[in-house]
Each structure stands twice: as C-alpha cells, then as structure tokens.
C-alpha cells in the first residue's frame, strides 16, 4: 500500500468497527495450563468501543482461565473473506444492570435460564490492538494463497491493518 493511501488511526478504528457490526459469533482464545484454548461465543449486539463483552456460566472452564490469566484474543470472520482479531484482557463481572441491559429472548432458549440467574455472568474484554484482513472475496483470497505458494509477492489482493487501541 502506498504511503498516501495509508489509514489513520481513527479510519482503522472505524473499519475495524464496520467488520464486525453484523458478526455474531466470535472465538474467544484464553490461556489454560494445557495451552490456548478457543471456543465459540455469542457476541453482544453493542457498538465496539473499544469493550466486547458476553454471557457466560460461572462454572465454565473458561472462567478459571481468565481468572487465572487475562489475556485473551477474540476472532472473527464474516463469510470468510474478511477477518477481525482483537487482543485484549478478560475480567468476569457480575453486573446485574449490564445483563439485564445485554439480555435478550434468544438468551432465554440459549442458556435455558433468565438474566438475573446467579450462576450467569458477564465477560468484558478491554481491546488493547486489533488486526484485521480484508481479501474482497472467496476468489481472491484463494487466488492470494495460491500466489504466495509460489512464490508470487506481486499481488496486493487485500489489506491487513493493525490497530493499537490503548491510544
């Protein structure tokens, strides 16, 4: 990418924002004693800014590991031609008004309880960067690994930014 086509930081940001507007899952990455361990998450229909957060079990695996270790990653894709991942630290609230706040019916079949359940609780990722990749399309993404494979540097067939979001 050339020098004057370079994003701002504010651009980055909002794209990044643009990307996982309608993504509803994420794959939440957390750090257990056998390594990383990644699993599918419902995201929370809120704007990014700069949070993610999600509904989950006290008594989930992935409770002890964010206790015990904060860092995690966050992914996302929609549709395969465009990807989204986002560093960060997890802490477990219990904040009965954000629940409420986030909670909705498909929540109710999902979790087999209601918001206000004692054992349901909130997990709030702070992002600390994001990266993101935008290959346009199924076609040229294919196109792009087959290039690379052969050793074809040539074709600039998509963007990869990275944000730093602790500015």
Do not use: C
Not at 24 to 34: C, D, N, P, V, Y
Not at 38 to 45: I, V
């Amino acid at each position: 990418m050339a020098k004057d086509q370079e994003l701002t930081h504010e651009e980055k940001l909002e794209k990044v924002k643009a990307m996982m507007k309608d993504i509803k899952i994420g794959s939440l990455t957390t750090i257990a004693e056998r390594g990383l361990v990644s699993r599918p998450m419902a995201m929370q229909e809120t704007e990014f800014d700069g949070d993610l957060w999600f509904l989950t079990f006290r008594d989930t695996p992935k409770i002890k590991e964010i206790t015990a270790d904060p860092r995690v990653n966050v992914s996302f894709s929609d549709d395969d031609e465009n990807y989204v991942s986002i560093s960060g630290r997890a802490e477990v609230l219990e904040d009965p008004e954000k629940k409420k706040d986030l909670w909705n019916k498909a929540f109710e079949t999902i979790f087999n309880t209601e918001y206000d359940d004692p054992n349901l609780v909130l997990i709030k990722v702070h992002a600390h960067g994001a990266e993101y990749w935008e290959s346009g399309s199924k076609v040229k993404a294919a196109y792009q690994f087959v290039a690379n494979l052969v050793g074809d540097k040539e074709h600039d067939l998509g963007k990869n930014e990275s944000v730093n979001l602790d500015q």
